[in-house]
């Protein structure tokens, strides 16, 4: 088509024309995007609630006997499940065992790795390096390489050998300091992850505010107490929400702290052979799996309610920390 010949109203329905196609084409290419971008998203959702779903499923069903043909919705609905996941738990003395074990070495940790943060952030000491890089260590080394010498160690505690003096030694196995102890040292479980978050956190922070501080008087105490560490309530809640998740979900550390009397909630899941024991040996009509999956259900969902409570200062937390050099 010979755009020369044509008069001025062919070339503007002509040009017109060419724009339509091109929006049109435009808008088709937006949509296939949006719709590959909805089904990824839709594939990823359902791969990460697949378990909390079937979990739920489970756990409020009541079709022992026709399992093989239920899949999501329960023909019969009920607590039955999770009456004997209660039972079996004994939930109500666990739950504070490991609401203390939890929350205590939490606020603990808080408070060490923020003082330890601080000090690697703004003093200068001789090796400061490598005893950061000690720190970092920490990070990747398993607890099972450890764990062994940490029992002996709580099996005979000794507080820099005074109780020698008086001929006994104190047994702290089966109680919550087992975790405290380490966390007020700034050894807990994953206290090195936390010191490099704050460390890093501190290090973001203008040194004009210590400065100022210093020429009202402040010494380094006052400074860190009264200056610091209102401005660090961000990340101190990033780490104390981190802090409380791993210590719940902690199995490993627990269950050989803890081998007798009253047990977190995570080492009693995980004893499935007991719950198994007690499932087939009941005259009632118990599905193993059913009862494990209320058990679960019991154990995650104090730490879905805490997240609901605070999704908002958490996300803002993790926004505002970030990791800054």
Partial sequence: ???????????????????????????????????????????????????????????????VFSAATTKWIP???????INVALKYLNYQSSFLVTLQLAVGSSLIQVIS????????ARFEFPGKGLWFTCVIITIIVPVQ???????????????????????????????????????????????????????????????????AATIDGCGPIRTFVQIMMPNALVSCLTVFLFSIVWHWNDYFTASTMFQFGERPLAVMLFNSTDMQ?????S???LNFSYVKSAAALLVTSPLVVVFLVAQNFFLESIDRVGIKG
């Fill in 1 to 63: 088509m010979d755009i020369k010949n044509m008069t001025l109203k062919e070339r503007f329905m002509y040009k017109t024309d060419i724009h339509s196609r091109r929006q049109f084409f435009q808008w088709c290419g937006k949509l296939v995007w949006a719709l590959f971008r909805l089904l990824l998203i839709i594939g990823m959702a359902y791969v990460i609630l697949y378990p909390v779903l079937n979990m739920v499923s489970k756990a409020i069903s009541q079709d």
């Fill in 75 to 81: 023909r019969r609905m009920g607590l039955f499940n």
């Fill in 113 to 120: 790795c923020a003082i330890a943060a601080y000090g690697f």
């Fill in 145 to 211: 390489t450890y764990i062994m010498s940490q029992y002996v160690d709580f099996r005979y505690f000794d507080f820099f050998g005074l109780t020698k003096i008086f001929g006994y030694s104190v047994n702290l196995l089966s109680s919550v300091w087992t975790f405290w102890v380490p966390a007020i040292f700034g050894v807990g479980l994953k206290s090195g992850l936390f010191i490099y978050i704050m460390r890093q956190f501190f290090l973001g922070m203008p040194k004009d505010l210590e400065e």
């Fill in 277 to 281: 024991t007690l499932t087939s040996s």
């Fill in 283 to 285: 005259a009632e009509n």
